[in-house]
């Protein structure tokens, strides 16, 4: 069986997700927006199952969702830019990287970030205060093979190329411009199971002004999910969606923490899905029986209503 190309690896996406967030969503959906895209996760995953052919990719980091748009519309262009920059590495391969580091941050360039996304350690994107990259090498490997970066690329570019409209606006923009029948996945950055503020992005969105949008969203009839609070072990990170959205929410277990592991504690991360009304309409009894039979997995925690 074919596997889901994943050119870049990043900590926080929802690639190893997907199959467990797709069982609530419709067998096939016009158009599928991530107005906090990330890698695209989710879009690629959903390109690659059948379940959207039409993709509105969104992200505030600009030289990402140029990275992203490279990738699908001049897939050659970026793999041999990769390629070249792979390459340079010399005996001396860690200030190799400070270098190429230095020059992203001087240009923003997105021919230039592939390498340091597949450099860094743990695939872990940092920002320091100012908003420039500041995460370290991986001392134990010098990035993805070339020829494997390309197969990924090439894979990714089929799935969506002429299917997407790549920007870099605010989620509340992105909004805006939801039709009724889009299905939008948000995935904002800045709870989930991190702790303090995330400095894998440049801002925070304000939680009054996300419910708002979703009240928007709910009033409109759009079809949504949201990765939202989670928690870790008996630590909650984040804060529940109110009740009078009227969401459903479903725990999904993604493991054990390896952060706690290392400090001898066996714990659990958790991440919470919110699912909108309109999404599941007349599917709850199908989700309670689907949920029933992997407890261990997913919790149908019903909240609301």
């Known amino acids: 069986m074919a596997k889901r190309p994943h050119p870049i690896q990043y900590q926080g996406s929802k690639r190893n997700l997907a199959s467990n967030i797709f069982k609530f969503l419709p067998k096939t959906v016009d158009r599928l927006v991530e107005p ?16 959207a052919q039409k993709f509105w990719i969104n992200d505030l980091n600009r030289p990402l969702v ?39 941050n001087r240009t923003s360039d997105p021919l230039v970030f592939l390498y340091l996304l597949a450099r860094c350690v743990k695939g872990a994107v940092r920002y320091n205060s100012e908003g420039f990259f500041n995460q370290s090498p991986d001392k ?23 299917k997407c409209i790549f920007t870099y606006l605010d989620y509340k923009e992105v909004l805006t411009g939801i039709r009724p029948n889009d299905f939008v996945y948000m995935d904002p950055p800045y709870q989930g199971v991190c702790g303090d503020r995330d400095s894998r992005y440049f801002s925070g969105i304000s939680f009054d002004d996300f419910v708002s949008s979703l009240e928007a969203l709910n009033q409109k009839g759009v079809a949504f999910a949201v990765s939202y609070d989670g928690k870790r072990g008996d630590k909650i990170f984040g804060n529940s969606l109110p009740e009078r959205l009227g969401l459903e929410k479903i725990e999904i ?26 999404l599941l309409h007349d599917s709850i009894t199908d989700i309670k029986s689907y ?15």
């Open 291 to 305: 949920l029933s039979q992997v407890p261990k997995q997913l919790i149908f925690t019903k909240q609301y209503g």
């Open 36 to 51: 906090f895209a990330g890698t695209a996760a989710i879009s690629v995953a959903a390109s690659f199952e059948g379940i």
């Open 253 to 278: 277990e993604v493991g054990r923490s390896s952060q706690a592991t290392l400090l001898g504690r066996d714990e659990v991360t958790v991440e919470s899905l919110y699912l909108s009304s309109s």
């Open 66 to 104: 140029e990275l992203l748009k490279l990738i699908v519309e001049n897939p050659e262009t970026i793999s041999n830019a990769y390629k070249d920059i792979w390459n340079e590495q010399h005996s001396n391969s860690i200030e190799h990287y400070y270098q190429v580091r230095e020059k992203f």
């Open 140 to 162: 134990r490997r010098k990035g993805t093979q070339p020829e494997r970066m390309r197969k990924n690329i090439e894979g990714v570019s089929k799935l969506l190329k002429d």
